[in-house]
């Protein structure tokens, strides 16, 4: 059964402490992996696709990477307006359709 | 360029009632894909929107079904709702039915009483 599993389930950083994410994954064929950020009461803001073992995207404090069976997003200095949740999803390779499976999200809440 | 918009923002129903949601997709998306994220979990796939017709489904009853029109705007119905029904449900839009990134919209936040 594909499956995601994201942990911590909530982090309490202090702004400028730097820290990791995790996305264990199962997946009978994995078609993409996605990052999203989503503030309380709105919807998910994309954030990176990994496609491949190795791949590493960047985007201001945010770096994302991926190997066969997980993906770390990576916080540097992380400032108070990080403080959301961050959802990891895949797109299996089974059917032809957009389908994402999506882990429970980490909390994040970074401290001044 | 607009981005995925969805109405209402907020919706309350009463147990046994039908409900319509509906969401805009973004400029030049022709596909539309709706999710229910319950309080504390990541969204759950109901189902895909292709050129009018349904293309791939979750693990949801019938009681859920939608519609997409020509212009790739699409409709999320619910029929006979349950407690379990309240969430957040969400729309997202993607320029082509596989293996593209999907942008979500605000989502409509349902309250079933």
């Known amino acids: 059964e594909d499956q995601v599993t994201q942990s911590p389930e909530a982090l309490r950083l202090q702004e400028g402490e730097s820290s990791s994410l995790n996305c264990s994954y199962t997946?009978?064929?994995?078609?993409?992996l996605f990052w999203y950020r989503q503030d309380p009461g709105k919807g998910p803001e994309f954030l990176f696709t990994?496609?491949?073992a190795g791949e590493e995207k960047e985007k201001e404090r945010l770096k994302a990477t991926l190997t066969k069976k997980e993906s770390f997003l990576h916080i540097t200095a992380p400032k108070p307006e990080d403080s959301a949740t961050y959802l990891c999803?895949?797109?299996?390779?089974?059917?032809?359709?957009?389908?994402?499976?999506f882990g429970a999200g980490t909390r994040l809440a970074v401290h001044p | 360029e607009t981005g995925v918009t969805q109405s209402p923002t907020h919706l309350i129903k009463t147990r046994g009632q039908q409900v319509t949601l509906r969401c805009s997709s973004q400029?030049?998306?022709?596909?539309v894909s709706w999710y229910q994220q319950a309080l504390g979990q990541g969204p759950q796939f109901i189902f895909q929107?292709?050129?009018?017709?349904?293309?791939g489904r979750g693990n949801f009853p019938p009681r859920f079904s939608g519609l997409q029109f020509p212009n790739y705007s699409s409709e999320l119905n619910v029929n006979a709702l349950e407690l379990d029904d309240s969430a957040l449900y969400l729309c997202?839009?993607?320029?082509?039915?596989?293996?593209?990134?999907?942008?979500f919209g605000p989502g409509t936040r349902l309250l079933v009483l």
């Open positions: 990994l496609y491949s």
């Open positions: 997202a839009s993607s320029l082509e039915p596989n293996q593209e990134t999907q942008y």
């Open positions: 400029s030049g998306h022709n596909t």
């Open positions: 929107y292709y050129r009018e017709e349904e293309n």
């Open positions: 999803a895949v797109h299996p390779g089974s059917g032809g359709y957009n389908k994402l499976i």
């Open positions: 997946v009978s064929g994995l078609r993409g």
